[in-house]
Nanobody, 122 residues
């Protein structure tokens, strides 16, 4: 059974930065593609970023390209989402996702973290 635990959220002013972390336990981390999704109040959960099992160049939603950077550390069984130049519209609950195949704009895995709040004030 895969378990995901996010950390690092909080409140930040517009233009600031936060780094989210997601640690995987219960299985071999290197065999999972990992992704981040977010859900704003009253809206659907949407794709933010993903990285493959091999750690190739991450994919990003257009709304975060150039501002967010996703990375993975297989030794620590953790993925990170570095968020810079944050905007109020980035306010959402951020969820970590794991899939044994791929994670993308259209493909999600069965495993989710509990979610973590990110609030960007104007």
């Amino acid at each position: 059974q895969v378990q995901l635990a996010e950390s690092g959220g909080g409140l930040v002013q517009a233009g600031g930065s936060l780094r989210l972390s997601c640690a995987l336990s219960g299985r071999t981390f290197a065999t999972y593609a990992m992704g981040w999704f977010r859900q704003a109040p009253g809206k659907e959960r949407v794709f933010v970023a993903a990285v493959s099992r091999g750690g190739s160049t991450p994919n990003y939603a257009d709304s975060v390209k150039g501002r967010f950077t996703m990375s993975r550390d297989d030794a620590k069984k953790t993925v990170y989402l570095q968020m810079n130049s944050l905007k109020p519209e980035d306010t959402a609950v951020y969820y970590c996702n794991a899939n044994s195949l791929i994670v993308s704009l259209t493909t999600k895995g069965d495993y989710w973290g509990q979610g973590i709040q990110v609030t960007v004030s104007s």
